[in-house]
């Protein structure tokens, strides 16, 4: 398997990403990038990271056979519909999203007859900087990637995809997108929301940053995520909005069981719900060392 | 400053790592020890960090110049009733519980007029596992410790108190017992029981082992603190249980905001209420950093 031309629609973190792991790979014979800045785009071929640096989106995607989508969720319906007059037949299209609902109803909207030619991916992977300049071809390495293929994708695509996404050292994951919405609704998407409000939640606080300074390891880790990128959140959470709500409701109930336990001081009850929690949390540990390599995340 | 005689009441990782530590700092001459436990007290011998061990708390303690309570906070005011008739005047008594005011209590209601010998203290330390088998000298080597000292407390005891905790490397402050509470329900306490509920939560649902499968390095941050011992942080919820409540409701209040901007699709607001608490955790992760060397925690 080797494309002869790949476009890079979005030359960020891991639209860069993906064609350095690409090119080390020798997957890839050329590589065509288009970003809407300036810039960027020039700083992608500067940096080797593209061949060609493209002033508009049909001219990446003309001959392409492997286009990967990689812009800001909020984009997506609009590129998706300057990259379809320009694709060829047969080309295998995907994106990077970290909610797959939206991306495919707008792919439905905009695809037409090479909607088969789609592969909605999810490669769980990142860093806590954004930019072309961060963009390294280990960055897929030893992660998970998420494919919520449509009835529509072709099995030609959807062969190929697993075999780009595992030649840059993922572990690939078939989904329904469905599926793939509600798994990170709860595992997280909640977690970023219950750390921001958790930030939040003291800083309303007179002494809020008395306390702040005080703060340990415990707080230092559970908060970690809580520092994330506030555009690329407001997209991911409004992306996913009915799930969301919902693991916020199943949390809610959880809170108030402790909540509960505490204003009635049954310490017993309260013990035996901190005891679930420790138990589930120790034996996912392991299993995620050892089945995943997540351990090993930056 | 040489002590004479440790007594360290209840031999795990808390007591053991400070006599390790004093004695690596040649600090003290003799160490006595006393668990419930003969077989842990045994071993706390045999591993040399005891150099006696005590079957009953008043032999530990005869003739000590410095007493360390290191037991579940449950045991504190049976320990202190314990201790009290054995103590001389002018020794420097200090516990290492995660919550200060219940303490506090315990002392004011146990001690007598040797209140003036106790400094109560908090070391910001530990470790995923317990026992005497984990003890180090190193445990509270750049950690801060907290002492809460009382109007009663002895200048020389409170002297004595944060040169022994610099001299195992701790960096020391002071509050009120009330101050550290507040403190430690806001940035310890709260966390950890988000972290249990999130956990719950997810576990509640049909889908729950499945969600936890896929989840990945930020889940696995944003949960650790869900896999504490359950014993222990009954007892800190309960101890704490009133700063605890205020500050649930402090996070349900914002949790609400961040709901309802999602339900209401105020993408604006969602954005700035993110925003808020991703440059708070931002900036307070580098002040940390630089000024404390919490991030060299393990």
New interface residues.
């Given amino acids: 398997m080797t494309f002869q031309k790949l476009a890079v629609i979005g030359c960020g973190l891991m639209g860069g990403s993906f064609a350095l792991g690409l090119k080390q790979a020798g997957l890839v014979k050329f590589i065509a990038g288009f970003s809407a800045s300036e810039k960027t785009r020039q700083r992608a071929q500067q940096l080797q990271v593209i061949d060609m640096a493209c002033d508009n989106v049909a001219q990446a995607v003309q001959g392409a056979d492997l286009v990967l989508l990689a812009v800001p969720v909020s984009a997506t319906r609009q590129s998706l519909e300057a990259i379809v007059p320009a694709m060829s037949a047969n080309v295998l299209l995907m994106d990077v999203g970290s909610t797959k609902c939206d991306v495919v109803a707008a792919a439905r909207e905009t695809l037409g007859e090479r909607l088969s030619c789609f592969v909605p991916a999810h490669p769980?992977a990142g860093k806590e900087v954004a930019g072309i300049d961060h963009a390294e071809g280990d960055l897929y390495k030893n992660r998970?990637t998420?494919l919520t293929p449509l009835p529509e994708t072709g099995a030609t695509q959807m062969g190929q995809a697993q075999a780009v996404w595992q030649a840059l050292g993922s572990t690939v994951?078939t989904m329904t997108p469905e599926a793939h919405d509600?798994?990170?609704a709860?595992?997280?998407h909640?977690?970023?929301?219950?750390?921001?409000?958790?930030?939040?939640?003291?800083?309303?606080?007179t002494?809020?940053a008395?306390?702040?300074?005080?703060?340990?390891?415990?707080?230092?880790?559970?908060?970690?995520?809580?520092?994330?990128?506030?555009?690329v959140?407001?997209d991911i959470?409004?992306a996913n909005?009915t799930e969301?709500?919902s693991?916020?409701t199943?949390?809610?109930?959880?809170?108030a069981?402790?909540?509960d336990t505490?204003?009635n001081?049954d310490?017993q009850a309260?013990?035996?719900?901190?005891?679930?929690?420790?138990q589930?949390?120790?034996a996912?540990?392991l299993?995620?060392t050892d089945a995943s390599n997540?351990?090993s995340?930056a």
Same sequence: chains 1, 2.
């Avoid at 909640?190 to 750390?195: S, Y």
């Avoid at 309260?270 to 420790?278: D, E, K, R």
């Fill in positions: 769980i998970r998420i994951f509600a798994t990170f709860a595992v997280s909640l977690p970023h929301l219950l750390a921001f409000a958790a930030v939040n939640g003291l800083m309303a606080q002494e809020g008395d306390f702040l300074r005080m703060a340990g390891p415990g707080f230092r880790d559970f908060s970690r995520i809580a520092g994330s990128d506030p555009a959140w407001r959470l409004s909005q969301v709500l693991q916020i199943h949390f809610k109930k959880a809170l069981q402790l909540e505490l204003k001081q310490t309260l013990q035996s719900l901190i005891a679930q929690a420790s589930v949390r120790s996912w540990k299993q995620a997540l351990a995340d």
